[in-house]
């Protein structure tokens, strides 16, 4: 064990150099800055040191090239991005200043201190400018709901960049959210012409939770016509194809028991028709043969459920049937009874327990039927996921 631990010990530090030596080959820089100082906060080493000193400088010259760069070019299309590696700069040096100055083996490491947060305002303010107008030129000129998402977008960042300093920017994002989102109404069906299902039982096979059905939020699933004025870009059907309701069906199997009796007996006698003793002086006992049938009854009733869901696309194009996915479920009654005829000693106490379990009438038709609806609700759910996530835009 005094062996293990030094061994594991060097294991760790090893697989830290090569994490750290990794990240640096692959320009990970402030993952090397994140590791480091939280190392030297807990003890100051100079391999430790070292690596935050190199990550420092390059991630810092490769951030500073590129805002030199895009402060040239002077590109709208780019100030999201200065703001962002003006920020990553701050974070940065606030990091670093955590456990700077700092001096290890003769060596200092200290940095001197830039205010950015002139250039920070400057770009966000300019990022929130150019997500503003791109935002309200979409708004303008969308043709699509895509249009209105990616409006959406654009102004929701151009609102949280600018402070909401725009006055007119919360209506705006409003009217891009309605006029982004599709609209689903889903419509249940019986079309089996032999049975009818309630209303209410329908209703239960499409009430599902909608909330995971869109990550990203862009979809309403509507159960029912609450507004006459409500335009819907999709439908989709759940249709009860058929219902097959079997006959009722009783089975009947017997068992035969047989045993001798603890309590029912008959004397010997001999010949002389006297009661026989056995060398103790006891009356000998002659235990009698008794018997029993189990008669075990079986009720059974099944119902099958046949469905699809179809999806069809009634305002955007192309218009018409997008996907029909099939579903099936079933559900089965079944009752076991036992009968036990003849003398009770000649089975054991856990099969005349069975006794015990009465024979059920069997149930309705309407019954039945709202048992594999249940059953179904799990498949339609799943169908509806999926169609959803994969053919609604």
């Given at each position: ?58 991630a ?33 040096q ?24 002139a ?9 929130a ?31 949280e ?80 194809l ?45 235990y ?9 009854k ?27 996915v ?17 003398n ?50």
């Open positions: 064990m005094k062996r293990l631990i030094p061994f594991l010990l060097s294991a760790i530090i090893l697989s830290s150099c090569a994490s750290t030596t990794k990240n640096m080959q692959r320009g990970n820089y402030d993952q090397v800055i994140h590791k480091t100082t939280k190392k030297l906060i807990r003890k100051p080493r100079a391999k430790d040191a070292e690596a935050m000193d190199r990550a420092y400088v390059l810092n010259e490769r951030d500073l090239e590129r805002v030199a760069f895009l402060e040239r070019e002077d590109n709208p299309d780019y100030y999201d991005e200065m703001f962002a590696r003006y920020a990553s700069l701050k974070e940065r606030r990091k670093v200043r955590t456990v700077t100055p700092l001096t290890i083996d003769g060596k200092t490491y200290s940095y001197e201190y830039v205010d950015y947060d250039k920070i305002i400057e770009s966000k303010n300019k990022a400018e150019e997500f503003y107008t791109n935002g309200k030129k979409l708004m303008n000129l969308a043709l699509s709901k895509a249009d209105f998402r990616e409006a959406y977008y654009q102004l929701k960042r151009a609102d960049y600018g402070g909401h300093k725009f006055p007119d920017i919360e209506v705006m994002i409003h009217e891009a959210r309605l006029n982004g989102i599709s609209r689903v109404i889903v419509v249940p069906e019986n079309r089996d012409p032999h049975i009818g299902i309630p209303q209410i039982d329908l209703e239960h096979l499409v009430a599902l939770d909608t909330r995971g059905l869109k990550r990203d939020d862009w979809t309403e699933y509507h159960f029912k016509h609450v507004d006459r004025n409500m335009e819907y870009d999709y439908e989709m059907f759940v249709r009860v058929s219902i097959d309701i079997s006959d009722n069906i009783e089975k009947e199997s017997k068992q035969d028991y047989k045993r001798k009796s603890t309590t029912e007996f008959d004397y010997a006698l001999d010949n002389n028709g006297n009661v026989m003793k056995d060398t103790a002086g006891n009356d000998i006992k002659i009698k043969d008794v018997a029993a049938t189990m008669i075990k079986e009720r059974i009733k099944t119902c099958n459920i046949r469905g699809e869901v179809e999806i069809l696309s009634i305002a955007g194009e192309p218009r018409g049937s997008i996907a029909k099939p579903f099936s479920a079933s559900s089965k009654f079944e009752n076991l009874s036992y009968d036990l005829i003849g009770p000693e000649a089975v054991d106490a856990g099969t005349r327990n069975l006794t015990k379990q009465k024979p059920e009438p069997f149930p309705a038709e309407a019954v039945m039927v709202k048992q594999c609806i249940d059953a179904a609700k799990p498949a339609v759910q799943e169908i509806i996921l999926d169609t959803g996530n994969t053919y609604i835009n």
